[in-house]
T-cell receptor, first 111, second 115 residues
Framework: ETGVTQSPTHLIKTRGQQVTLRCSSQSGHNTVSWYQQALGQGPQFIFQYYREEENGRGNFPPRFSGLQFPNYSSELNVNALELDDSALYLC??????????FGSGTRLTVV | AQSVTQLDSQVPVFEEAPVELRCNYSSSVSVYLFWYVQYPNQGLQLLLKYLSGSTLVKGINGFEAEFNKSQTSFHLRKPSVHISDTAEYFCAVSDLSTGGFKTIFGAGTRLFVKA
């Protein structure tokens, strides 16, 4: 059984640029959630996708967007990057509400 | 709106001593509750979960937690900790009245086990 895979592991971008982060969910999981974890804080909910549709969204601006594909993999896109977007971005897959399986995250640094 | 409060930001404890990490939540009647552990530079790993049934939940690595509905608490315990338990621990809640799609995390408790 494969776990959740995220790519890339690290990324450095310039303010104003756009970034795409990728996630392959665990086999059999049909729901993907994305979280932002700033240094020293708990994960903050960005949004969730279920069967390719956005299923809920946290308090993040529209420049944070996502996609889920038929194989349940997912992308997180962030436009017009700001310095405060620097964080660890975590992807988590699940089946129903049985708890998440997390990937190791993508560390994004905006300079 | 649901929220999760982890009452201690850091908990230092000696090896082989017992430990309790406290968690309180504010939500509607029906919730799912979780504890996750995060080791440095890694994602989060599910320790245990309460979905329904017995209020005492046992998880991996010898951890257990007790759901107390009247006190809206879900404290994590381990009778004897090891150096390898040093990590960040997160309490999380899913509010079923909102469809349960959104899991909210606390700010975390850093457990530091000393030799």
């Amino acid at each position: 059984e494969t776990g959740v895979t995220q790519s890339p592991t690290h990324l450095i971008k310039t303010r104003g640029q756009q970034v795409t982060l990728r996630c392959s969910s665990q086999s059999g999981h049909n729901t993907v959630s994305w979280y932002q974890q700033a240094l020293g804080q708990g994960p903050q909910f960005i949004f969730q996708y279920y069967r390719e549709e956005e299923n809920g969204r946290g308090n993040f601006p529209p420049r944070f967007s996502g996609l889920q594909f038929p194989n349940y993999s997912s992308e997180l896109n962030v436009n017009a990057l700001e310095l405060d977007d620097s964080a660890l971005y975590l992807c988590a897959s699940s089946l129903a509400q049985n708890g998440y399986t997390f990937g190791s995250g993508t560390r994004l640094t905006v300079v | 709106a649901q929220s999760v409060t982890q009452l201690d930001s850091q908990v230092p404890v000696f090896e082989e001593a017992p430990v309790e990490l406290r968690c309180n939540y504010s939500s509607s009647v029906s919730v799912y509750l979780f504890w996750y552990v995060q080791y440095p530079n890694q994602g989060l790993q599910l320790l245990l979960k309460y979905l329904s049934g017995s209020t005492l939940v046992k998880g991996i690595n010898g951890f257990e937690a007790e759901f107390n509905k009247s006190q809206t608490s879900f404290h994590l315990r381990k009778p004897s900790v090891h150096i390898s338990d040093t990590a960040e621990y997160f309490c999380a809640v899913s509010d079923l009245s909102t469809g349960g799609f959104k899991t909210i995390f606390g700010a975390g408790t850093r457990l530091f086990v000393k030799a």
